[in-house]
């Protein structure tokens, strides 16, 4: 079932793997594993080279296409880093091939500009980060998390300013944690297993996502899911959300493109609502 919702979870999921791809370039001194094709279990050195047959990170380029410390697999030693500054396209720790560990990184904040995750240059580290709100410049990431050294989506629900996703969840934005979360929510007033959801009509009077509580079974669990949506393109006629009845598993108002929004505003295809421009 097509959950609106689920931005958030993308969203915590993506600063997971950021986090963990920063990490795999490590060079511990990790001893060789012996191996067979699919037997390397370490996450660090998880392919087999066949030549050698042991469990390394990388076996040509192509194994490194999508890592933070650089496109190429650096020979002898089978680790993803860089040779020059076009290595280095991804910008997760910087743009700036460092000569000395042949890994992406950073001198200054000019190796920084682009990088998502923060426009500092963390100088103990020579990798791109924050250390102040003032760093977080990217769609989304907002808040510093200044132990990490990382810009994340919120660090309490002071940054979550979508009414939909008030509750700041393990470093991102989700519907609710507790009742309150859903004072605003456009779903329903009752914070239900960290979903927003309503009881009666009623509930859903004044909400852009349409004026009745609709019932969806969770295709999860054996529960019913009841959240705010409409019945038909009329009920949506002046929802800033849209002036679309948009069916995708659950029904709501929303938007499918710019047309669906009153002027001045735009279609996010991510909540498949219309916002301010």
């Given amino acids: 079932m097509h959950r609106i919702w689920s931005t958030p979870m993308m969203a915590s999921a993506v600063i997971f793997l950021l986090m963990a791809c920063s990490n795999s370039n490590d060079k511990g001194g990790t001893p060789p594993v012996a191996c067979s094709d699919n037997s390397c279990a370490e996450p660090k050195l998880p392919f087999c080279d066949p030549a050698s047959r042991t469990c390394v990170a990388c076996i040509d380029d192509n ?4 890592v933070p ?9 089978h680790a993803c880093g860089c040779q020059t500054y076009v290595d280095c396209a991804i910008r997760r720790k910087g743009e700036k091939c460092l000569e000395a560990s042949h890994s992406c990184g950073c001198d200054g904040p000019a190796d920084c500009a682009k990088a998502v995750i923060g426009s500092a240059c963390l100088p103990e580290k ?31 629900n002071a940054d979550c300013k979508n ?6 969840f393990q470093g991102g934005c989700a519907p609710c ?13 009752h ?23 609709n019932e969806y079974p969770n295709p999860t669990t054996s529960a019913i899911d009841r959240q705010c949506g409409c019945q038909s393109d009329g009920e949506c006629a002046t929802s800033a959300y849209g ?22 505003r735009v279609c996010n295809p991510m909540t498949v609502a219309c916002v301010a421009k």
Avoid: W
Wanted: negative net charge; aromatic residues 4%; hydrophobic residues 25%.
């Fill in 63 to 66: 194994y490194c296409d999508s």
């Fill in 163 to 168: 009414p939909d996703l008030a509750a700041c």
């Fill in 69 to 77: 410390a650089g496109t190429v697999c650096l020979m002898p030693q």
């Fill in 243 to 264: 002036t679309f009845c948009v069916h995708s598993g659950r029904t709501f108002c929303g938007c499918l493109g710019d047309k669906d929004c009153a002027s001045g």
């Fill in 191 to 213: 914070c239900q297993s960290f979903s927003c959801e309503c009881t009666t009509d009623t509930e859903c009077a004044s909400s852009p996502r349409g004026p009745h509580c």
């Fill in 177 to 189: 944690v507790v009742e309150s979360d859903c004072a605003k929510s456009a779903d329903g007033p």
């Fill in 126 to 156: 020579h990798v791109c980060g924050c250390v102040s709100n003032s760093d977080c410049t990217s769609p989304g990431l907002k808040a510093c998390d200044v132990t990490e050294g990382i810009c994340v989506p919120c660090l309490s």
